[in-house]
């Protein structure tokens, strides 16, 4: 069992992939390495008042080569990149944050649209993502996060287009061709 970097207060993993108290209510799935670095980011979410929106609206977490959130899936699930499980653990947090609010905003929505799925725009538009970002940004705020960290994040803030187009196939072509 990994052991290295407990002696900072983290949790140490278990070999176990399925929900409990081992990944505090959220399915984890993937690799070894994937597992021990989305326990540490969930170990470090943990104890904020912002855990139970996280909680209530990610489901499962699953590696693989882009990421995004299936918020429309039965079980809402974060797919989570290489290139952002590989980077800083308060990083990856903040990325489980920013997405579980893309979760919240389509709950919503649904909620609004008396349990129909919402317009992309509600969970996945420029304003939702500029409210992913703030909700990531006082994440990172409350994890004591390096002020470039959060000050990337605000830097999208002032234009948060990077995801390209939320409708339609255009939609799916620019998920496609993400880099994280």
């Known amino acids: 069992m990994p052991y290295g970097i407990c002696h ?29 670095q989305t326990r540490q980011a969930l170990a470090l979410l943990y104890p904020l008042a912002q855990f139970e929106l996280i909680r209530r609206n990610i489901s499962i977490i699953r590696q ?19 290139p952002t499980w590989r980077h800083s653990v308060v990083w990856y947090a903040g990325a489980i944050a920013h997405d579980a609010y893309h979760g919240e905003l389509y709950a919503g929505g649904k909620t609004n649209c008396t349990g129909k799925a919402p317009e992309a725009d509600v969970w996945s538009g420029v304003e939702a993502e500029t409210k992913c970002l703030v909700f990531q940004a006082e994440v990172l705020l409350a994890l004591n996060a390096e002020p470039t960290l959060i000050g990337y994040v605000n830097q999208w803030r002032q234009n948060p287009t990077y995801q390209g187009c939320n409708k339609g196939w255009r939609s799916w072509l620019d998920y496609l061709k993400r880099q994280w």
Do not use: C, E, H, Y
Not at 22 to 27: E, K, L, V, Y
Not at 64 to 82: C, D, E, N
């Open 8 to 36: 900072l207060g983290f949790l140490p993993l278990s070999r176990k992939s399925a929900a409990g108290a081992d990944n505090f209510g959220i399915d984890v799935r993937g690799n070894r390495q994937f597992r021990w």
């Open 64 to 82: 693989a080569r882009r990421s995004g959130m299936k918020a429309w899936a039965k079980k809402p699930t974060f797919l989570v990149g290489k």
